[in-house]
């Protein structure tokens, strides 16, 4: 697996699964731009300490506001010529407090559903010019089922969004070259689900415990496992794979 | 009739269609789905608060409804996309005459959708515009309309979607009928996503929310749209949290 001569763009790029994945890509060889709104230069600082060339690049970037999206695609396109390989891992879950229907607020909504899909959105839109032109582009999605019992109507309709596009862009795009994939996911292991479990007021490493016993398989799935998994879609040659979503949650769904 | 145990214990007397007297805010009222909505229900005797978002209002709308000849009130509003106020407003105002809601139907203007929006349309302005439209007024129109369905703990919704938000754009999976765009699977997928949510927040309050995803030619499928709205709002769905029949 050779991903140099490659760009990549990861969104959420300094977050728990983002990082995993940024290393991942870089050391097969990509030049990743580690996007997120904060902490994106530490972590491509990081990277470039275990190579001799320089193989990522902070973007900070807000992705729910579109003219920093353009303005973060003008930069990279002058740098880099423009992104091959886009992750779109960026998400925030929403209000801890006042976050289930009703009580939520239209405007907590709207920020939510505008980093977690209209952010991945902006990205995507701006990125397939260069891949068709190109011949070559992968577009990963960081997703969910579309149906989960206690995610908060907008994160889940932002992740599960997600579903549409992959299925889409791959049925248009597949013969450009460009191939989709999707791993929707349940409870990660990652400091989110932490801080999540400890404003419903509970213990954090008692809740993670019990997290990782909902699961059929005994453990909830880490950031490497998932980084792995996106390398092994990048680099898979045959379109036939594009459009797939896998539902990666231990059977929770299934249990319910 | 059915009688059987309903959620909190009620007994559940309802048969499919029993209509008469019920209230409905119908979102989108100018939409294909939500005008054959609007007369079937008037014509079962259902009091309609129809709602059309300020471009997509089409004039002679209650007239067309009340063709059947029944004698459901019906009052017609505008509310421009966004406006939670409006939304608040024009809901208020129903139940101001009326006492109650029972069921909301939001049917967005796919028809106008398809025919304006090209399918390989990658601009941010048409996403910014749909994803308001669509998601964002599904939201506030449900939000308006929930306090006054859990006052009676009794409610049923209905989210309209497209298949696109599972197969990408064809009737299965692989298959291109040309028939959604981006923009529209991404927002369809969201509609499902937002609305399994919202099933399970509300439906301990007596509140069901379920969904109906139109096939790419559902325009002349319109009799199994009725089919399934009817399903959904009798009181058959009363355990069906959060389900989508697609009618591909």
Redesign the interface.
Known sequence: MDLRGRVSLVTGGAGGIGIKVCERLAALGSFVYVCDIKGAAAVADRINLGYREPRAGPARCDISD?EAV?AMYAHMSREKGGVDILVNNAAVYGPLKAR???EIS?AD??KT?QVD??GA??CT??A??HMKQEGWGRIIFTA?P????????????????????T??????FSEDGIHTFALALRHVDTPLIRKVVESRGHDPEKAVKSLHEKSLTGKMITPDEIAAIYAYFISTASPRTS?TVILADGGITYLR | MRRINGIRGKTMIEPIADYKGRNCVVFGASSLVGREIGRHLARHGVNLCLIDLGPYRHDGLVEKVRESGSEARVIHQTVASGD?DGFKRVVGEAVDEWGSIDYLVCAYYLEDEAESRA??D???DS??EL?QGW??NY??V??AT??HMIRGEKGRVVFVNTS???????EG????TMG???????????????M???A???IPRGVSVNGIALGPNYENDMDRVIWATDFWLSGMCEYAC?QILRLY
């Not at chain 2, 696109?164 to 064809?170: A, C, K, Q, S």
């Open positions: 579109r353009e289930d229907f009703p239209y909504f709207l559903i899909l209209s959105m902006y839109l701006l397939i010019p969910a579309m149906s989960s019992s206690g995610i908060p109507a907008p994160y889940l309709a932002g992740k599960a969004g997600f579903i549409g596009l299925k889409y862009l791959s049925q248009r459009g | 939670e399918l390989d990658l601009s941010l996403w910014d994803l998601v964002m939201f506030l449900t939000r929930f306090p696109t938000g599972y197969t990408g754009e064809g999976e692989g298959e291109i959604g765009s981006i923009h529209e699977s991404a927002c369809s997928s969201a509609v499902t996503g937002m399994t949510s919202i399970r927040d509300i959060g």
